[in-house]
């Protein structure tokens, strides 16, 4: 079943956005934003619903908890929640800061295309960030031109730090460890810096 939700309001400037549907997984939103003055918004979902943004040029704030988490077995594999958080952040791309979590994280790690340009974001954190995301780095950082500031949270997986113990160092496992020197080469190249803090 399918639930359409618009939200057409031409002076709204804040907007937190929650939906639960812990008991109704056969239950599809779709959500039109058209708000041209909105400064802050806020989603949140467990699912990673269909967002459909209009341009918002005064977008300042944009945090985005939206998507399941990694590991869930019910995203493997479901290709149009990916493709639907890469047109939710293509409709923030004018924002000046841009907070990705965790499910967000996740719904964009698994999008084969290319982030989207976002130019107005000054500001990128990604928080929550299990180590299977560290890809994700190095994919923001040359999709946002005009970025200053970068804070990363990362969040080892227990069950996927547990498989880095027990496999040799040539596993699988170790790719994180890789994304992780890719995204660090960037970094430097970008800012020239040679050591980074650890948030």
Not at 54 to 78: K, Q, R
Not at 105 to 121: F, K, M, N, T, Y
Request: aromatic share 6%.
């Amino acid at each position: 079943m399918n639930i359409c939700i618009n939200i057409i309001v031409p002076a709204l400037k804040r907007l937190t956005l929650r939906i639960s549907q812990e008991y109704y997984d056969d239950i599809d939103f779709k959500i039109l934003i058209d708000t041209p003055m909105l400064e802050y918004i806020h989603l949140g979902d467990a699912y990673m619903a269909a967002y459909s943004v209009t341009s918002l040029p005064s977008l300042v704030e944009a945090i985005l908890d939206v998507g399941m988490d990694y590991h869930d077995e019910d995203y493997i594999g479901d290709d149009n929640r990916s493709i639907r958080a890469i047109e939710l952040i293509r409709g923030l791309s004018n924002a000046k800061y841009l907070s990705v979590i965790n499910g967000a994280s996740a719904a964009l790690d698994r999008a084969d295309q290319v982030l989207p340009i976002l130019h107005g974001v000054t500001s990128l954190e990604l928080d929550d960030l299990p180590l299977a995301g560290l890809s994700l780095i190095p994919r923001f950082l040359e999709s946002a031109p005009n970025l200053k500031e970068v804070v990363v949270k990362i969040q080892p997986d227990e069950a996927v730090m547990l498989n880095i113990y027990r496999q040799t160092v040539t596993g699988d496992s170790h790719l994180p460890l890789q994304q992780i020197r890719k995204g660090m080469t960037v970094l430097r190249t970008w800012t020239g810096e040679e050591s980074f803090p650890i948030v």
